[in-house]
Nanobody, 123 residues
Framework: QVQLVESGGGLVQAGGSLRLSCAAS????????MAWFRQGPEKEREFVAA????????YKTDSVKGRFTISRDNAKSTVYLQMNSLKPEDTAVYYC????????????????WGQGTQVTVSS
């Protein structure tokens, strides 16, 4: 079992920045591929970014490229999502997820999820 706890969400003006953290605990959590997803109001959960267990490969959806950075510190069992130049359309609940297989963009392939953290970007 892997437990995930997100933090760092909040209210920010457009153009601002936030850094989300996801603290992992449990069985060999360092070997899991980690990802961030988000779900806006009345929208399906969508992929944002993923990172390999070594941190040497990252993947991002096109809408956040150049603005968001995913990273991880395995010594701290923590994954981060640095979000810059935030836009109102980034408003959503952001979820951290983990899986033992290769990094994936499909939420259905992740077996472990955090409770989510709200990010609200005002215009």
């Amino acid at each position: 079992q892997v437990q995930l706890v997100e933090s760092g969400g909040g209210l920010v003006q457009a153009g601002g920045s936030l850094r989300l953290s996801c603290a992992a605990s449990g069985r060999t959590s360092s070997y899991y591929r980690m990802a961030w997803f988000r779900q806006g109001p009345e929208k399906e959960r969508e992929f944002v970014a993923a990172i390999s267990w070594r941190g040497d490969s990252t993947y991002k959806t096109d809408s956040v490229k150049g603005r968001f950075t995913i990273s991880r510190d395995n010594a701290k069992s923590t994954v981060y999502l640095q979000m810059n130049s935030l836009k109102p359309e980034d408003t959503a609940v952001y979820y951290c997820a983990a899986r033992a297989g290769l990094a994936s963009r499909s939420p259905a392939e992740y077996g472990y999820w955090g409770q989510g953290t709200q990010v609200t970007v005002s215009s």
